[in-house]
């Protein structure tokens, strides 16, 4: 059954997904074996279709949608922090761009590979990505931006949290149709993905490299 639920979240069948979510759940399966078995593989799957180009962004958003849903299932039966494997992580559109497809669904990827993922939304202030990174401690911040006028905000950011004391604690992502690798490198983040596929395994590795340090 567990084959079954990889496949059918692959597919994006959110009912067929739920069903068999909840039909293991009730046979005794416990949670953290269907998210680690079957759901997490099925996302794995998903991501690397869309790095290679065999998938794109409607139907990556559409299992993104139904591991959400699976996900709420399991929450109330998993313990306290077991849902969160690999960590925190707080995203946010920086000041003044208000485009967040491209983000929230880096969100749920993120989400559906084990990390719990804090959206602050659109039209994120340098000081309240500080503010979040106080109030959750996260592993690691992503900013997004889809319009050249607001890349400013992004070092707005950064310094903020240096002038914090909150930069060495954190890992900090950032990414967006004008965003490059060279841009990033200019800002001294620590990662940029140029698709939503590629920035989860950019913070996974991030994270990896961080607990192993």
């Known amino acids: 059954m567990k084959e079954q639920l990889t496949q059918a979240l692959i597919a994006g069948n959110a009912d067929l997904v739920n069903a068999l979510t909840q039909a293991l759940l009730a046979g005794g399966t416990p949670a953290r074996e ?4 079957a759901l997490l593989p099925g996302m794995e799957v998903v991501g690397a279709r869309m790095r290679s180009g065999e998938c794109f962004i409607p139907e990556v958003l559409l299992s993104a949608r139904t591991m959400q849903g699976a996900l709420d299932i399991l929450k109330p039966h998993l313990g306290e922090g077991e849902g969160a494997g690999l960590g925190t992580v707080v995203l946010g559109t920086v000041e003044g761009d208000l ?3 491209g983000k929230n669904l880096v969100g749920m990827l993120l989400q559906g590979a084990g990390f719990t993922v804090v959206n602050l939304g659109t039209g994120v202030t340098a000081q309240q ?3 979040a990174v106080r109030e959750h401690s996260p592993a690691l911040v992503g900013m997004s931006a889809l319009l050249t ?3 400013t905000h992004m070092a707005e950011t950064l310094a903020a949290l240096k002038e914090a004391g909150l930069r060495e604690q954190v890992k900090v992502m950032v990414g967006g149709a004008p965003v490059t690798q060279a ?8 990662g940029y993905g140029a698709n939503a596929g590629m920035a989860v395994d950019r913070a996974k590795a991030l994270v990896a490299q961080a607990t192993t340090t």
């Open 34 to 37: 269907i998210l680690d078995d």
């Open 99 to 101: 485009h967040d497809i």
């Open 129 to 131: 990505f500080v503010a």
């Open 149 to 151: 006028t607001t890349l």
């Open 183 to 190: 841009f990033a490198d200019s800002l001294g983040a620590d």
